[in-house]
């Protein structure tokens, strides 16, 4: 199973402010990366998948690239609602994996 | 709009049985995969089956193979997990997740989840 690494497992920023998560896999997984939000109490939410296209429905303040093993998504003009935790998945190679999450508050 | 809710939750002694149920709907559900995730505070986010559009196809992930059943049925909108053998480690929120774009395993859709507890 390929195996998500992702870091800092904390980040605290301020309104107005970038983010930039990080994504590492161990395995190359070509560009078949996803990236999900996820608020206390809430299910997931899919914000980008393929790396780098956005989900319908997300602001274009959300980014993704990356390709191979190593991937990040950038969130800019932080917003207190954007407070979550986030994760990377991985659909290269069957199981479909997910990362250990990025806990990010504003 | 696209909605999936999870019921059948509860709590459920260590080699017991359970079934959990997802009814689907504000989408044409004959067209689109679903899948069962689960998540613990300890394991994080972890896939555990999927079933194609037609039912035709199911895959389990090593630690739920031989034990969960996955099956849908497309003129109710329902997919059923049928959990058996269950073990105090499947102890978890399942969610139902709708699979689109490329190859079905991009989870666009989640329902609200429905916790299992697995204990004596």
């Known amino acids: 199973e390929i195996v998500l690494t992702q870091f800092p497992d904390t980040l605290s920023l301020s309104p107005g402010e970038s983010a930039t998560l990080a994504c590492q896999t161990s395995?190359?997984?070509?560009?078949?990366l996803g990236w999900y939000q996820q608020k206390p109490g809430q299910a997931p939410r899919l914000l980008m998948y393929?790396?780098?296209t956005r989900a319908p429905g997300i602001p274009a303040r959300f980014s993704g690239s990356g390709s191979g093993t190593q991937f990040s998504l950038t969130i800019s003009s932080l917003e207190p609602d954007d407070s979550a935790i986030y994760y990377c998945?991985?659909?290269?190679?069957?199981?479909?994996?997910f990362g250990g999450g990025t806990k990010m508050e504003i | 709009q696209v909605q999936l809710v999870e019921s059948g939750g509860g709590v459920v002694q260590p080699g017991g049985s359970l079934r959990v149920s997802c009814e689907a709907s504000g989408f044409n559900f004959n067209f689109y995969s679903i899948h069962w995730v689960r998540q613990t505070p300890g394991k994080g986010l972890q896939w555990i089956s999927f079933?194609?559009?037609?039912?035709?196809?199911?895959y389990y992930a090593d630690s739920v193979n031989g034990r969960f059943s996955i099956s849908r049925d497309n003129s109710k909108k329902t997919v059923i997990l049928q959990m058996n053998s269950l073990r105090p480690e499947d102890t978890a929120m399942y969610y139902c997740?709708?699979?689109?774009?490329?190859?079905?395993?991009?989870?666009?859709?989640w329902g609200p989840g429905i916790w299992v507890t697995v204990s004596s």
């Open positions: 079933v194609s559009f037609d039912g035709n196809n199911k």
């Open positions: 395995r190359n997984v070509y560009t078949y």
């Open positions: 997740v709708r699979g689109n774009y490329g190859g079905s395993y991009v989870f666009d859709n």
């Open positions: 393929d790396a780098s």
């Open positions: 998945q991985q659909r290269s190679e069957w199981p479909p994996s």
